[in-house]
């Protein structure tokens, strides 16, 4: 039941969401990007192909492996991927 719950918070808001579909040379990307007051100017990015998700931001670009931990990417696919996450984020 609901009132059994303990929420730590429950706030409706209005966000944006890009649908983006692009073919690198390793693979295909399916993804909704969503913008956000929350999570300090992140975005959430979501790969529909998969229903793997990360909220990232400049330095998440940055470290090492996140991308690959992350989307379940090998070093070419998560390559591609960062390379168009730069013009994003």
């Not at 975005?43 to 330095?59: E, F, L, T």
Request: without cysteine; glycine residues 6%.
């Amino acid at each position: 039941m609901v009132n059994d719950l303990f929420f730590l918070y429950d706030e409706p808001e209005d966000t944006k969401t890009r649908f983006v579909s692009f073919m690198g040379e390793a693979t295909r990307f399916d993804l909704a990007i969503t913008t956000t007051n929350r999570f300090y100017g992140k975005k959430i990015v979501i790969n529909i192909q998969n229903g793997r998700s990360a909220i990232i931001g400049h330095d998440d670009l940055e470290e090492e492996g996140y991308l690959e931990f992350a989307f379940n990417l090998n070093e070419r696919e998560a390559e591609e991927l960062k390379t168009f996450l730069e013009t994003v984020v």
